[in-house]
């Protein structure tokens, strides 16, 4: 599938917070092994209870809008022939209280409505530099 | 309240557009540095102290060479985020000064984003981004206004906000700045037609919802009320600042906890706990406007009205000049006057009090300064006339 933004805009280089991510085919986020807490952006100790043992879980393939911004102004010459783009901030269904970038692949900027209710898809990208297959996530509008 | 350390001077550069200054960003400091100490009756000399902030550039090693200082006793500087803690450098010059570390405490703020990069701009962005801009520029998302946007959408999302009250602060500040002739905005009235014909930068934000870029300087001296007495100027005492608690990154600013925010409730808390007073008290108000949606959130977090109350209290004309129900960033802040990383509000603020600014609140008691919005640790310092 062809990305969002255009085939040359930049990847995210991969470590050890962004790989399950970035490349499961799946969407996983940081967990507490202790109290189960979901914790966005991943870090080295639990906010919760402070734990330091903390594994990446998949929650579900669906998410809500909660915000988004319609970007007019490219801030990169790479964008130029992307805009208007919207980024939308998706609340996940199986993660409470996480809530994730992405760009919804099958609307309109002037037809994203926050509330909309989206299941997750993935730009399909080989890695250029030879290591994992990029599963990039982003998001279809969907019927509620 | 304290008041147990003053502000004895102000200065700055003359202010650019980006790129447009003929000197140096370190040049540009130097010149505030040495103004606000001329202003303030010291000789460079006297001068044992240096803060700023946003990992300035303008080290205070080299400053203190090329200023000719005899001793440096203290020099600080803040963590994380850029003017989100403009204030909060002024108390870590409060602190050394109240504690005895330093007499005269320069604090100040350089920029020329003509000489360096712009915050703005993702132009060094190569193929693979990393850390935080992983998660980010992937989707495009990638500016301080996104941020901003992204916040604001929902906040005028949640309490039916419309675009008119974005207007309102752009007006605000636009209409100030014309009586301001520092201003970079100074002859150039905006309308609210102009407001809505301008292109959007990213929405809800138009271009006028957005502060400029800028090359200037801006500088003060802070010392003790008693070494101020024999001074050029009415000493300003500084009554209370505060610093808060925050998200560590744009990321963790769009989670659940946060989100929508500009993370002031405790420092507006902290704030008028130390000081005893309460923001309806406030005689005039310098609020950091990076865009103008956070002026409404940051407005609200602070105590000066309800989300549900803010569009009203911006409309007609409010903020408006030195009669205003809020007279709000009198010099006409980082969108009228110039974006020198909002330390001009902090000069803007002390003028008030001096009596001596181009918009000139009567009788000013309460003069308030509230750093950055969107990133933490937001800041805030009160001055005073005692």
């Known amino acids: ?144 | 309240m304290h008041g147990n350390s003053v502000v004895a001077g102000v200065g700055e550069s003359t202010f650019y557009a980006r790129g447009q200054s003929p000197d140096t960003e370190f040049q540009l400091g130097c010149t505030a540095i040495r103004k606000a100490v001329d202003d303030a009756g010291l000789a460079l000399g006297e001068i044992d102290g240096i803060v700023s902030y946003m990992d300035s550039r303008n080290d205070p090693l080299r400053l203190a060479a090329a200023l000719g200082l005899r001793e440096l006793r203290w020099s600080a500087t803040t963590w994380a985020g850029g003017g989100n803690n403009v204030a909060g450098a002024v108390q870590l010059a409060d602190a050394a000064v109240v504690a005895g570390y330093a007499n005269h405490v320069v604090v100040f703020r350089a920029i020329a984003q003509g000489q360096f990069g712009r915050f703005g701009q993702a132009a060094g962005l190569g193929s693979r981004a990393e850390g935080e801009l992983a998660w980010r520029a992937p989707y495009g998302f990638l500016s301080p206004a996104h941020d901003c946007a992204l916040h604001t959408k929902r906040f005028m999302h949640e309490y039916g906000i419309s675009q008119e009250a974005l207007c309102d602060v752009a007006l605000a500040c636009y209409a100030n700045a014309q009586r301001n002739p520092r201003a970079l905005r100074y002859g150039k009235p905006l309308t609210r037609e102009r407001y809505h014909a301008s292109p959007w930068i990213v929405e809800p934000f138009h271009l006028y919802d957005c502060c400029p870029e800028n090359d200037g300087a801006a500088a003060i001296v802070v010392t003790r009320p008693e070494r101020a007495r024999d001074l050029r100027h009415r000493p300003v005492p500084i009554l209370a600042a505060a610093q808060g608690l925050g998200p560590s990154s744009g990321l963790a600013s769009f989670q659940g906890r946060w989100f929508p925010g500009m993370f002031y409730q405790h420092v507006g808390r902290t704030l008028w706990e130390r000081a005893g007073v309460r923001a309806k008290d406030i005689d005039v108000l310098q609020l950091y406007e990076n865009f103008t949606g956070p002026v409404l959130m940051t407005l609200c977090e602070m105590g000066f009205c309800a989300p549900e109350e803010v569009e009203a209290f911006v409309a007609d004309g409010a903020l408006e000049g030195p009669a205003a129900r809020l007279p709000f960033n009198t010099s006409g802040g980082n969108i009228g006057e110039a974006y020198i990383h909002g330390f001009e509000l902090v000069n803007e603020a002390i003028r008030q009090v001096r009596g001596d600014s181009t918009c000139q609140v009567p009788e000013v008691g309460l003069s308030l300064v509230v750093s950055g919005p969107g990133y933490a640790p937001g800041s805030a310092v009160l001055f005073g006339s005692n």
């Open chain 1, 1 to 144: 599938m062809s990305r969002a933004l255009g085939d040359d805009w930049t990847l995210p280089l991969l470590d050890d917070r962004n790989r399950a991510w970035f490349t499961s085919g799946r969407l996983r986020i940081q967990r507490c092994e202790a109290c189960e807490a979901w914790q966005h952006p991943p870090e080295d100790v639990c906010g919760s209870c402070q734990g330091t043992r903390l594994r990446f879980d998949e929650c579900g393939e669906t998410g809500r809008v909660e915000s988004f911004v319609v970007v007019h102004r490219a801030v990169h010459p790479k964008l130029e022939a992307s805009v208007p783009y919207a980024v939308a901030l998706v609340s996940l269904d199986g993660a409470q209280g996480v809530q994730v970038l992405g760009n919804v692949l099958n609307r309109a900027p002037d037809a994203l409505a926050i509330g909309q209710p989206v299941r997750v898809v993935f730009e399909t990208v080989p890695d250029p530099e030879g290591g994992h297959t990029l599963h990039i996530p982003q998001w279809e509008a969907i019927e509620s």
